[in-house]
């Protein structure tokens, strides 16, 4: 059982930053892909970004591309996701999630289905 617990949302004005931080705890050390992915009111989840185990392999969606990073440390087992030049449509909840695996292959790491863990959501809002 791996617990996930998000920080660092809050209110931002369009173009400022924020980075969100996801800690991770119990059986992870059999290779853990972290991931996030966000919810507007009214819309479905959506995939916003994922990284390998081993961080070598990232993913990111064409909405944030450019200007989102994610990273991880693996001791202990934090993922951060920095986001950048917001916008107000990145308005949303945005959770973290993992799964027990150590491919980056895309297909698996960006479909919300393959995750296992979901944190509780840290809510981002983008004024304009």
């Known amino acids: 059982q791996v617990q996930l617990v998000e920080s660092g949302g809050g209110l931002v004005q369009a173009g400022g930053s924020l980075r969100l931080s996801c800690a991770a705890s119990?059986?992870?050390?059999?290779?853990?892909?972290m991931g996030w992915f966000r919810q507007a009111p009214g819309k479905e989840r959506q995939f916003v970004s994922a990284?390998?185990?081993?961080?070598?392999?990232?993913h990111y969606a064409d909405s944030v591309k450019g200007r989102c990073t994610i990273s991880r440390d693996n001791a202990p087992n934090t993922v951060y996701l920095q986001l950048s030049s917001l916008k107000p449509e990145d308005t949303a909840v945005y959770y973290c999630?993992?799964?027990?695996?150590?491919?980056?292959?895309?297909?698996?790491?960006?479909?919300?289905?393959?995750?296992?863990?979901w944190g509780q959501g840290t809510q981002v809002t983008v004024s304009s």
């Open positions: 999630a993992g799964q027990t695996t150590t491919t980056g292959r895309r297909s698996k790491l960006v479909d919300p289905r393959e995750y296992d863990s």
């Open positions: 119990g059986r992870t050390d059999s290779g853990y892909a």
């Open positions: 990284i390998s185990w081993s961080g070598w392999t990232v």
